[in-house]
């Protein structure tokens, strides 16, 4: 079967770290890409990794571990803004659908 | 460059009825997928279109169908609506679908069921 988590809500502080974890049970993998999410909005491309490792893009970056089926999402210098819903997926390369998990809210106060 | 547009952006029907939503993608863009958002259940794939062919489709009754015109547009269709089939729908477009495409999605089409 297929199965995605992610911690359901977080919190943190504006200018902090936060580390969003993903864990993925699927029949395949053909990467992982992580999403934002605005309340109201549609979801926006952050990243995508498909080999071990960190990719770095800005205070964004993102880690995967295949054969932990893990990955995780580290936002640096928190800002009010990045307030959202972080949804990570799984391309899967059987019947080649994206999986998305439950998301994770995130709330940076001041 | 234009992005990925749905219309309606709101819509209300009532147990019973039918509802046809549209999506455009971006312009070169060949694939279009469809997705349902709710609260309870997140985001779910219902199903993909690349050069007017279903390629994927998720776990949904056959209810809910589409269809993409030869310029990449893309319709879904839902029957005889249910209360739980109110959703945000969205829908996003990416060059190929390989796994290296990124999706870029539309801002949705809220459907009220009443």
């Known amino acids: 079967g297929q199965n995605i988590d992610q911690p359901t809500e977080m919190t943190a502080t504006e200018g902090a770290i936060v580390q969003i974890n993903c864990t993925y049970q699927t029949s395949g993998f053909n990467g992982l890409f992580w999403y934002q999410q605005h309340a109201g909005e549609a979801p926006t491309f952050l990243s995508y990794n498909v080999l071990d490792g960190l990719e770095e893009k800005g205070r964004f970056s993102s880690f995967l571990s295949r054969s932990k089926g893990y990955s995780y999402l580290l936002l640096k210098e928190l800002q009010m803004k990045d307030s959202a819903s972080y949804l990570c997926a799984v391309c899967d390369n059987y019947g080649q659908n994206f999986v998305f998990g439950p998301g994770t809210r995130l709330s940076v106060l001041p | 460059k234009a992005g990925v547009t749905q219309t309606p952006r709101y819509l209300i029907k009532t147990r019973g009825q039918q509802v046809t939503l549209s999506c455009s993608p971006i312009s070169g863009h060949r694939s279009v997928s469809w997705y349902q958002q709710t609260p309870g259940q997140g985001l779910q794939f219902l199903f993909e279109?690349?050069?007017?062919?279903?390629?994927n489709k998720g776990n949904f009754p056959g209810r809910f169908s589409g269809r993409q015109f030869s310029n990449s547009r893309s319709e879904m269709n839902v029957s005889t609506l249910e209360l739980g089939d109110s959703a945000l729908y969205l829908c996003?477009?990416?060059?190929?679908?390989?796994?290296?495409?990124?999706?870029?999605f539309g801002p949705g089409t809220r459907l009220t069921v009443l």
């Open positions: 279109y690349f050069s007017e062919t279903q390629r």
């Open positions: 996003a477009s990416s060059l190929e679908w390989e796994s290296t495409d990124t999706q870029y």
